[in-house]
């Protein structure tokens, strides 16, 4: 079995954020894709799945929640970490309910990040990983 | 030509001149037979001017009078021990006068409140009134002409306190008003204050100017420039009384001089006499009814202000979240960069093309965050109402852009239409933005219940004719109760609404000439619809 680089997607419709996440991430060693929309993300899942998606909670069209819903509706098992530049009191319970494996405030503590994705890509079953 | 003279020249020139016009006009309005003038003004001027000046600057002002006292009275062959003395008495009034002013008001002088006029009458009385005494003195003292002392004292008082009540209102109310640079006035308010000139002007000629066609109507023809009185001092305020009341009383000496008027039928003495205690009675309570109504007008203003100010305050609260979200993106950006730039001067540290594209960003995401907190400082900081030429669509963008995040949080998607070559409008920046923040977070908040894929904002603007409109529509519950309602003060749908938006984006709406409008929308949610006058034709 090769060793593979985890694959995470980035969600959010701000570009300077997207870039400074998949900076932050490739350099930490991991490979990230960014989506400027929800709907962008959940088409190219669908060709590509991601080990790990970081999925902004406050977004124009698709919110962070209702890509969580789709992704739970399709019954997609896919390890969702929501980040998000304002957190409502509602909003933590409201997306670890609808499946979200973790909930970070931007903005982003690096270790937290990481190990928030680590934590979830390393559960992943291997071959799932290589898929 | 005085530019680069020391900084007491021009001023001094100025008194000096002054002084010399208002004696020449002093010998003008005196009445034929009678020794001392019906409106002696060069006392009340140099009165006004230590009024406004500095206490340590008095001396040479009065200074700067005594040549144009000495070549004033020296022409009317009155001997110059007299003419002296009465240049002592005449300093002596002004002294006094602005003295009584200085000990009760701090400067800058402004004729507005109940107590700074009280004193300014206090002074406009006390100081030709102590003077006098000191100036009948001097003549019998030095023995010229007859007139027993008490006589003397009696007639230089009505003169100096009808002068003292015609010229220090004036000066001191155009000195302020040119100190805070000329108000560039509306069309309308100068056409306005031209009626009133000419309408007072030609009243006073026609009571004051002609012979009277009977000592009856002369109690009746008192009251005819009353009307013209009131409307200066209702629409112009003190400033307007102050200049209004010196067309009356010029009129009424200059017809009195022409054995014109009202004020003809009795000796000399008595007919100035009655002239000076009619328009004295007329002015004092004119200047305390326009001061009164000044002082009321300029709280209503300030209370508004504040209202205003409140109401921004509150949206500042209803804006926080969007706030917190808008510093926390160039946040995230700015500290994932420096990450990164972290993990690659560790582990490349020779690629410095990398760093510098993250420098650049980094910078880029800082500045965006101070561009948030300059426009929250621009539109929360209290400060007076400055009118200026503005581009209603560049105002909108600035809005939207301050309320981005709050609108992102709640999912709200905004449309812009904006009109091209859009006419600017004249008018407060910060109120309008108000008014425009209050309608979009409306718009926002009337869609709460909506699905988040149908919360669609949307912001026109356009022109027509002389007109530029800007329109916000929602589609959220639309309203069911009349939309004067909406206007009306602490009416309000929300649970934690003050009620104060939409009645205070009203107020200043119509107070910019422009009006709002509120309607339900075809198909659900609100419009509501700012037109304000154009500049310049679409």
């Known amino acids: 079995m090769a060793l593979t680089v985890p694959f995470v997607a980035i969600v959010d419709d701000e570009e300077p954020v997207r870039k400074a996440l998949k900076r932050l991430l490739r350099a930490s060693g991991l490979e990230a894709e960014t989506y400027e929309s929800g709907q962008q993300f959940l088409e190219a899942s669908a060709k590509r799945r991601p080990d790990c998606v970081l999925l902004d909670l406050h977004m124009p069209g698709l919110s962070g929640l209702q890509v969580l819903q789709a992704l739970r509706a399709s019954k997609t098992t896919l390890p969702t970490v929501v980040i998000t530049a304002y957190d409502e009191p509602s909003s933590r319970e409201q997306c670890l309910a609808a499946g979200a494996a973790a909930y970070l405030r931007k903005p982003l503590d690096e270790r937290l990040l990481l190990n928030a994705i680590s934590l979830h890509v390393n559960r992943l079953p291997r071959e799932k990983a290589e898929k | ?538």
């Open chain 2, 1 to 538: 030509m005085l530019a680069g003279g020391p900084r007491w020249v021009a001023p001094a020139l100025a008194v000096a001149a002054g002084y010399y016009l208002a004696a020449r006009l002093g010998f003008v309005f005196t009445l034929q037979l009678q020794p001392v003038s019906t409106l002696w003004l060069p006392n009340a001027l140099l009165l006004a001017v230590l009024v406004l000046a500095r206490t340590r600057d008095w001396w040479w002002l009065l200074l700067a009078a005594l040549p144009a006292h000495l070549f004033a009275e020296l022409q009317s062959g009155v001997p110059s021990a007299m003419v002296l003395g009465w240049f002592v008495s005449n300093c002596s009034e002004a002294l006094i006068g602005a003295a009584l002013v200085r000990a009760f008001v701090a400067q800058p002088f402004r004729l507005d409140g109940f107590r700074n006029s009280g004193v300014l009458l206090f002074a406009a009385f006390g100081a030709p009134l102590a003077s006098s005494f000191l100036d009948a003195a001097l003549v019998r003292w030095i023995g010229w002409g007859e007139t027993p002392y008490w006589e003397l004292v009696g007639r230089r008082f009505f003169s100096n306190l009808l002068a003292q009540l015609t010229v220090v209102p004036l000066v001191v109310t155009w000195a302020a008003l040119l100190a805070g640079g000329l108000p560039r006035l509306r069309a309308a308010r100068c056409v306005e204050a031209a009626l009133l000139g000419a309408g007072l002007l030609l009243v006073c000629l026609l009571v004051f100017g002609v012979p009277p066609p009977s000592a009856h109507f002369a109690p009746a023809l008192f009251y005819a420039p009353l009307p013209f009185l009131l409307w200066a001092a209702v629409r112009f305020g003190p400033t307007g009384i102050a200049s209004a009341l010196p067309v009356m009383t010029v009129a009424t000496i200059w017809g009195a001089v022409h054995g014109a008027g009202p004020f003809t039928a009795g000796t000399a003495l008595e007919n100035t006499l009655e002239m000076q205690l009619f328009l004295a009675a007329a002015a004092v309570p004119l200047i305390l009814f326009a001061v009164a109504l000044d002082e009321r007008l300029r709280l209503e203003r300030e209370s508004r202000a504040q209202l205003t100010h409140l109401s921004r305050v509150a949206t500042l609260g209803e804006l926080s979240g969007g706030i917190a979200h808008e510093l926390n993106q160039p946040l995230t950006a700015i500290l994932s960069n420096a990450q990164a730039a972290r993990h690659f001067l560790a582990n490349k540290p020779g690629d410095s093309e990398m760093l510098r594209e993250i420098l650049d960003d980094i910078i880029l995401a800082d500045e965006r965050a101070g561009h948030v907190i300059e426009r929250l400082r621009a539109m929360f900081k209290r400060a007076e109402t400055r009118h200026e030429s503005l581009d209603m669509n560049a105002l909108v963008r600035e809005v939207t852009a301050l309320a981005h995040g709050e609108l992102t949080t709640r999912g709200v998607q905004v449309t812009l239409r904006l009109a091209e070559r859009l006419p600017r409008v004249n008018g407060d920046r910060v109120q309008l933005q108000q008014v425009l923040l209050n309608l979009i977070m409306n718009g926002a908040q009337a869609m709460v219940a909506c699905a988040p894929d149908e919360r669609f904002l949307t912001i026109t603007t356009l022109a027509t004719g002389h007109k530029v409109h800007v329109n916000v529509t929602d589609r959220g519950h639309g309203f069911s109760v009349a939309p004067q309602k909406l206007f009306e003060a602490f009416y309000t749908t929300k649970q934690d609404g003050l009620g104060l938006g939409l009645s205070i984006s009203h107020s200043i709406v119509t107070a910019h000439r422009g009006r709002l409008w509120a309607a339900t929308r075809r198909g659900g949610g609100a419009a509501f619809l700012v037109t304000l006058p154009a500049l310049a034709p679409a």
